[in-house]
């Protein structure tokens, strides 16, 4: 019922800087929360940043200062600005969005990733 589309991964090296795109289609016929959370090799998922419907973000700790969320709503978009990147930034990133789908309750879904490399 509804999907969510990420672009913009890749390989850059070490202070470089990359933005991801998740546009998310289907049935929707609202938006809450969306977000970015990465998944490194032999480590939990774990949440990068979010942002509120309103536009309140909140960041994790080891990307404050360096990444910058943000969203359209009239395209069901979230974005994720990347500067000053790290190799322990190297993962794949999974764009999420609670979405309410008539008459269901709301409901988290999850986009298929997208890899990001940090190397020289």
């Known amino acids: 019922q509804v999907q969510l589309v990420e672009s913009g991964g890749g390989l850059v090296q070490p202070g470089g800087s990359l933005r991801l795109s998740c546009a998310a289609s289907?049935?929707?016929?609202?938006?809450?929360?969306m977000g970015w959370y990465r998944e490194a090799p032999g480590k939990q998922r774990e949440l990068v940043a979010a942002i509120t419907s309103g536009g309140t973000p909140n960041y994790a700790d080891s990307v404050k200062g360096r990444f910058t969320i943000s969203r359209d709503n009239a395209k069901n978009t979230v974005y994720l600005q990347m500067n000053r990147l790290k190799p322990e930034d190297t993962a794949v990133y999974y764009c999420?969005?609670?979405?309410?789908?008539?008459?269901?309750?709301?409901?988290?879904?999850w986009g298929q990733g997208t890899q990001v490399t940090v190397s020289s």
């Open positions: 289907g049935s929707i016929f609202k938006i809450y929360a």
């Open positions: 999420n969005a609670e979405v309410l789908v008539i008459p269901n309750p709301k409901y988290d879904y």
